[in-house]
């Protein structure tokens, strides 16, 4: 008997399954659990093996390649946060608390499509990690890198699969913008150094997704407080979760910026 299968990971059984989204259960990457955690997996041994295939290798350049990724990667993230903008408007819906409901209007299937996109976007940026390594860019390599991809991914699991609509849309609306921003960035950066010597705002865009983690935490207790109709677990991961990145951002933040600025007195 494979370990899967004993686990029951693909099982209708597995713990609360019988309470999962019925409108997205047929879409790509959500029925499975084993799927989204093999794909993880595959992840995590590219970043543990990958390096020692590339020590004996040049590292690759590979700049037409960034530039379609992260043009690409800014589309898609704008694509995102436009659709759940203009149809949460649409819906009129209470951004402090919107419980998810199986509801089929045209509106509610283009949030859980655009959030389903987001989840996908996770599975993408795991390319983030892959360029690094090709390129010997170990130093970008970190444990906040590696923890903040792994576990993005099956964190969106959990939302497409229980709750991809309702109050899902904060962070995925908020992330998806910042997004845009980040891979602009990247996506300059991409040039070489004629051009990455105008980016000025790496250090402000880091200060953004500080305050986000900031906003995600007290937009959860808030939830929490006032007793929204919106899976409570749900909220208690992400406080937790908010929590953890605000003391890994904040300790890059440190580094980067502040222990640089007080060499220079």
């Not at 819906?93 to 996770?122: D, G, M, T």
Request: aromatic fraction near 18%; charged fraction near 15%.
């Amino acid at each position: 008997m494979s370990t899967l299968k004993f686990l029951k990971l693909n099982s209708t059984n597995f713990p609360y399954a019988h309470l999962a989204d019925k409108r997205t259960q047929q879409w790509l990457l959500v029925a499975s659990f084993s799927d989204m955690v093999s794909l993880v997996a595959l992840y995590l041994l590219l970043v543990l093996y990958l390096p020692k295939w590339m020590q004996r290798r040049k590292p690759f350049q590979l700049k037409p390649l960034l530039l379609l990724y992260n043009l690409c990667m800014v589309l898609l993230n704008a694509h995102i946060c436009k659709e759940l903008i203009f149809n949460v408007i649409r819906l009129k819906y209470n951004l402090w608390c919107q419980p998810c409901r199986e509801l089929y209007s045209k509106e509610e299937l283009k949030i859980a499509a655009a959030v389903w996109w987001f989840y996908f976007s996770k599975l993408l940026e795991f390319a983030d990690t892959i360029f690094f390594i090709l390129r010997k860019k170990h130093e970008q390599i970190t444990f906040l890198h590696v923890y903040h991809h792994c576990t993005m991914f099956p964190l969106w699991w959990i939302a497409i699969k229980w709750v991809p609509t309702g109050s899902t849309i904060v962070p995925s609306t908020i992330n998806s913008f910042i997004h845009v921003i980040m891979y602009s960035y990247y996506g300059l950066s991409a040039f070489g150094p004629s051009v990455q010597k105008f980016i000025w705002w790496k250090k402000y865009l880091t200060i953004l997704q500080l305050v986000q983690f900031v906003f995600g935490a007290f937009w959860s207790a808030q939830a929490i407080l006032r007793g929204c109709d919106f899976p409570t677990w749900i909220n208690f991961v992400t406080i937790g979760y908010m929590a953890s990145l605000l003391l890994l951002f904040g300790q890059f933040y440190v580094k980067a910026y502040q222990t640089k600025k007080n060499k220079h007195y």
